[in-house]
């Protein structure tokens, strides 16, 4: 049987992973394959499926060209994993009613995850909304 850290370790990757994988490769198939079929992301219009997840990343790389995301930090305790990401991307699509503007922008957000038995089943997200658009907007 594996020991919390070992766990810590792999729940992780799996989070790192889905980094790499779905914001900067647009591989998508990870996701259905390593979030629940129901997951949940804690927010008003969050994703409340792993399809619904795969739509909306669809609709970031189409509001941000060249979207890319980089882990700069990821902690993992009992059975959370909390990373810090930063994002950057030109914007080609309308964003909260900004855009497109073809500026290349990059922001910080901190996303939580839950797992389970390897997979991701929740997450919660805070993007600086604000500061994007004020960027987007300078």
Same mark, same amino acid.
């Given at each position: 049987?594996a ?11 799996? #989070?790192?992973?889905?980094? !790499?994988?779905?914001?900067? @490769? ?9 979030f629940?079929?129901?997951?949940? !992301? ?19 790389? @189409? ?10 930090? #990821? &902690?993992?305790?009992?059975? &959370?994993?909390a990373?810090? #990401? ?23 957000a901190?996303e ?12 919660w ?14």
């Amino acid at each position: 049987m594996a020991n919390a850290a070992t766990d810590n370790n792999i729940d992780k990757q799996v #989070v790192i992973k889905f980094f !790499e994988q779905a914001y900067n @490769k647009q591989n998508y198939q990870y996701v259905l394959e390593h979030f629940k079929r129901d997951y949940i !992301e804690h927010s008003p219009n969050g994703a409340r499926s792993n399809q619904d997840a795969v739509h909306i990343l669809k609709m970031a790389h @189409k509001i941000f060209t060249d979207l890319t995301a980089h882990v700069d930090s #990821v &902690v993992a305790d009992h059975g &959370v994993v909390a990373v810090r #990401v930063t994002f950057s991307g030109v914007n080609t699509g309308t964003f909260f009613g900004v855009g497109p503007t073809h500026k290349k922008i990059s922001w910080e957000a901190m996303e939580f995850f839950t797992l389970e038995h390897g997979v991701i089943a929740e997450s919660w997200g805070s993007w600086p909304i604000y500061d994007m658009l004020k960027k987007l907007q300078a």
